[in-house]
C-alpha cells in the first residue's frame, strides 16, 4: 500500500510540472528515471554526480553525434557546414528577414553569423537588399538557387536523422519532445536576450541569487 501512495504522489508531482501530461507519459517518465539510477551505477567511465548533470552529458553528447552524422551527410553537398544549412533554414521558416533577426534566430555570434552569410551571399544562395524602412538594415532572403540547395540537403539531412532516431519508438521521441520543446522555447529566446550579460547576471536573474 505504501508503494501505491508514493506512485500517486510521484504522480502528482509530474502533472504539476507536466501540465496535460497523461498517465502513460508519468509511466514512461517513471521507468526511465530507474533506467538512469541503473546506468549511473553501472557505468564504466566516468559520469556526472547528480541528475542536472547527466541530463546535459546526455543532451550535449547527443547534440555532437548527431552533428557529427551531420557533417557527413552534408559533406558533398552545396552546403557543407552545418551553420551555411542552419542559416538557410532558418530564412526559410522567417521569410525575407533582417540580418540581425536570421543571426538572432540561428543564436550565433552577430561577426560570426555575418561572416558566414556574407559567404552564402557571394555563392549566390541568399540574396540581400537594403530594407526600404531602415537604410541602416539589410534584409536577406533565400534565391532559387538556395532554396533548390536547401532541398538537396535536407534529403541528406533527413538520412542523418533516420540514423540517430532508428531505435527510438514513436512513444519515447513525443516523450522527449514533450520536456524538451517548452525548454528550448524559453531558452532560444532568453539566450539570445542575455548577449552582452555576463554568466553571473544571467544567474542572478534566472535564480534570484547571486553566483557564488
Known sequence: MEDII????????????????????FCRFHLA??????????????SPSNTDGFFMMSLTRSTLAFWV????????????????????SALNNLGESRKTDVINYAMMEISTGA???????KKGLIHQRVDPNDKRSKLLKLTPSGVAALKKCYKKAGMAREIFLKDLTEEDKRLVTQILFPLQEKHSRSAVESKGRTIEEIYAAVSGRKAR
Open 6 to 25: 508514493q506512485i500517486l504522489q510521484k504522480w502528482s508531482d509530474y502533472r504539476k510540472s507536466h501540465p496535460g501530461s497523461e498517465f502513460e507519459d
Open 33 to 46: 528515471s530507474k533506467t538512469l539510477n541503473t546506468a549511473s551505477s553501472s557505468t564504466k567511465t566516468p
Open 69 to 88: 552524422y551531420m557533417r557527413i551527410a552534408l559533406k558533398d553537398t552545396p552546403l557543407p557546414s552545418i551553420e551555411s544549412i542552419m542559416f538557410c
Open 115 to 121: 561572416d558566414i552569410l556574407n559567404r552564402l551571399i
